[in-house]
């Protein structure tokens, strides 16, 4: 994480299909009572419904799904770490906008989706050999 | 997610309710499809129930959508709670489907 502060939620997963729902209601345990704005959970939702269903569905090699937040400051932290093969889902480029139905990619929605819905959002691949990790790490601003 | 689907005036409508995520979409969207295009007339769809959509539940408006014009026919959406409508305005959905806020304006958009 970004932030010094150690996160206050971390889940350990299986990967598979329950992962996501589990993860969702990890992080909205943690974070539903602390106040934060009705409009920042649904962005929170939603940014780590990409990023689990994501794994779940294209990951490789993926076992164990870590997922971590934290809130301090107004802003809330979200790192979801993998230990599949390397793959950084932002090294994709921004699809083109949307101008007609027939031209309309119906794919590749996802992680564009989560870099408009946060302030900040970053790939960085950690560990080596058994412990080679895929670590996403992204800030939403509480508002 | 729950489906309910009726035939408005030769405009097929869908109601749909709870959540659009990937888990639910995967269930649903290949019925909702089969309910609609087939038909080859314009459609609407009610989100009003809808409490949570992501990019799976964008993708399945978006592909009903796109083989329905491929008739000539429109998809319109009506009624998105406020959290449901920033996710829509976010992917753009909204440059290429109309969305609007009642069922009559729905119906009517979908004529057009």
Known sequence: ?143 | MEMEFSDVGGVTKAVLNGRMDSLSVGQAETSFIAHIVPKEQPAVVDLTGVSFIASLGIRMLLGTARALDRYGARLVLFGPQADVMEIIETTALTEIIPVVETEAEAVAAAMA
């Open chain 1, 1 to 143: 994480m970004e932030s010094s502060e150690e996160p206050k939620l971390v889940a350990r997963l299986a990967n598979g299909p329950a992962a996501v729902e589990q993860s969702r209601v990890a992080v909205l345990s943690y974070l539903e009572p602390l106040g934060i704005f009705a409009r920042t959970l649904n962005r929170v939702e939603v940014v780590l419904e990409e990023l689990v269903s994501n794994l779940v569905r294209h990951g490789k090699d993926v076992n164990l799904v870590t997922v971590a937040a934290g809130y301090r400051g107004g802003v809330v932290d979200l790192v979801v770490e993998d230990d599949g093969d390397a793959f950084d889902p932002f090294a994709l480029p921004e699809p083109a906008p949307l101008t007609t139905l027939a031209d309309a990619p119906l794919g590749g929605l996802g992680i564009p989706l989560v870099r408009r819905l946060t302030a900040s959002a970053r790939y960085d691949r950690i560990g080596s050999g058994s412990d080679a990790r895929n670590r996403v790490s992204v800030r939403i601003t509480d508002g």
